[in-house]
């Protein structure tokens, strides 16, 4: 593929390597830090790194389980990113993480009131999903 890259650009084909790795490392930094600002209940964060980067809304960590930033804030009950993080992508409510769980199974096994009622008035949750 980089030879092609070469081929059609001109470029040396190293240059398009070094540039791929200094794009994964800027971008796997801008993951990390959403996925902490959303377990952390840090706001002003998940709103300046989507503004970055809107498709960090749907990132996953690297764990096993690859949770959402959503999961994360639902987890630990940071009621004001998960509003947030639904706002900015509605249909993330269904997301699932490796285990099979929803935003809402977390919420509501953690015993976080607020989200799980926050996570049922949302107009795009599949309610058969949860079951």
């Known amino acids: ?3 092609a890259f070469s081929c059609l650009f001109g470029y040396p084909a190293e240059l398009f390597l070094v540039l791929f ?5 800027f971008w796997a930094a801008k993951l990390q830090t959403m996925i902490e600002a959303a377990r952390a209940g840090n706001e002003s964060d998940v709103a300046r790194l989507f503004a970055l980067s809107p498709s960090l809304v749907n990132a996953r960590t690297a ?13 630990n009950g940071h009621d004001g990113v998960v ?3 639904l706002a900015l992508s509605p ?3 269904n997301a699932r993480d490796n285990g099979g769980r929803t935003v809402l199974h977390f919420a509501a096994e953690k015993g976080h009131d607020k989200i799980v009622a926050r996570l049922l008035a949302q107009s795009c949750l599949d309610r058969c999903s949860h079951l």
Request: one cysteine or more; glycine letters at 0%.
């Open 1 to 3: 593929m980089h030879y």
């Open 21 to 25: 790795c200094v794009f994964n490392f």
């Open 63 to 75: 764990s096993w389980y690859h949770e959402t930033p959503l999961h994360l804030a639902a987890i």
């Open 83 to 85: 509003a947030q993080l």
């Open 91 to 93: 249909q993330s409510c």
